[in-house]
């Protein structure tokens, strides 16, 4: 069997591969990294507010303000009030007008469910707590440098 590399150069190596993958996916719908991922969380859970993209994201509520203005201008996601509190906006996507990064996902898919199928049952529950883990990671890690943590 092969040595386990460093955990810290394997997140490294995951991470990088990640945010490159999502940076081409995001030039092929003319948007950034963080814009498509965005546009995905809102995609996901619509119709979202501000408050909930900014928690999902970790972003400022100003930062999420921006992203949501550039999502509108290129005609992904409109504003609407939320009809149980006219204070509130939500952020909807606009029918019709869903990012089509082609085939990346589903050939992202097929190639990932092709190596996953080496693993038994036992080996994929492993992986799953990691990647659950990994996530809730994280998610605390953004949460707090959006919060001004240090870095």
């Known amino acids: ?13 995951l991470s990088t591969a ?3 993958f999502h940076e081409a996916v995001g030039t092929r719908l003319g948007l950034s990294a ?10 996901g859970e619509a119709p979202m507010t501000a408050g909930r993209l900014a928690q999902l994201t970790g972003l400022t509520p100003g930062a999420v303000t ?7 201008r290129a005609g992904h996601v409109r504003r609407s009030p939320d009809p149980a509190d006219r204070r509130r906006v939500l952020v909807v996507p606009v029918r019709g ?18 190596f996953m199928a080496k693993y038994d049952e036992h080996e994929l529950a492993v992986i799953a707590d990691y990647v659950r883990n990994t996530i809730d990671v994280l998610e605390r890690q953004t949460r707090r440098l959006g919060e001004g943590g240090s870095a």
């Open 1 to 13: 069997m092969s040595e386990i590399p460093d955990p810290a150069e394997w997140g490294r190596r």
């Open 18 to 20: 990640v945010v490159m």
């Open 34 to 43: 963080a814009d498509q991922r965005a546009l995905a969380l809102v995609t």
């Open 66 to 72: 921006g992203l949501v203005d550039r999502l509108e």
């Open 97 to 114: 007008r869903r990012a089509d990064p082609g085939d990346a996902f589903a050939e992202l898919g097929r190639d990932m469910a092709g």
